[in-house]
């Protein structure tokens, strides 16, 4: 059974989204840790280390998950976590963007696998795939 961390970033409080994610990776057969919301980035990576986590999945709808993010590529090379699969979906800009825009600067900042508005189930299939 694949381990997930999953919780919404920073000052982001979309409750109904991160349980609906819970649910589906817990119908999926994953055995998943869910942080909650208002999540520091640190937090994900102490709860990867503690679970030896194989996939850290960071949503936020309020389009700000870049500001929290960027420190990931530090934290990874810190922690030695290059095994775990890092995951962010939801909304992920504040205003006007596009995914060909958003994609390469969340990859950027250490993610795998980028999702800006892509209906959970076919994230969740890309996810499943990859692994």
Same mark, same amino acid.
């Given at each position: 059974m694949?381990?997930?961390?999953?919780?919404?970033?920073g000052?982001?409080?979309?409750?109904?989204?991160n349980?609906? #994610?819970d649910i589906?990776?817990n $119908?999926r057969?994953f055995e998943?840790?869910?942080l909650g919301?208002?999540t520091?980035?640190?937090e994900?990576?102490?709860?990867? #280390? @503690?679970t030896?986590?194989?996939v850290v999945?960071?949503?936020s709808?309020?389009?700000?998950?870049?500001?929290?993010?960027?420190?990931l590529?530090?934290?990874?090379?810190?922690?030695?976590?290059?095994?775990?699969?890092?995951? #962010?979906?939801?909304?992920?800009a504040?205003?006007e963007a596009?995914s @060909?825009?958003?994609?390469?600067?969340?990859k950027s900042y250490?993610?795998?696998?980028?999702?800006? $508005?892509?209906?959970?189930? @076919?994230?969740?299939?890309?996810?499943?795939?990859?692994?």
């Amino acid at each position: 059974m694949k381990k997930v961390v999953i919780g919404v970033v920073g000052n982001d409080v979309h409750v109904v989204a991160n349980r609906l #994610i819970d649910i589906s990776l817990n $119908q999926r057969g994953f055995e998943v840790f869910n942080l909650g919301v208002n999540t520091y980035l640190e937090e994900f990576i102490d709860a990867a #280390i @503690e679970t030896r986590a194989d996939v850290v999945l960071i949503s936020s709808l309020n389009g700000e998950a870049e500001g929290w993010s960027r420190d990931l590529p530090l934290l990874k090379s810190k922690y030695k976590l290059h095994d775990a699969l890092f995951v #962010i979906g939801g909304n992920l800009a504040v205003g006007e963007a596009t995914s @060909e825009e958003i994609i390469p600067k969340f990859k950027s900042y250490g993610f795998d696998l980028v999702f800006h $508005q892509v209906d959970l189930n @076919e994230g969740l299939d890309v996810l499943e795939e990859m692994l």
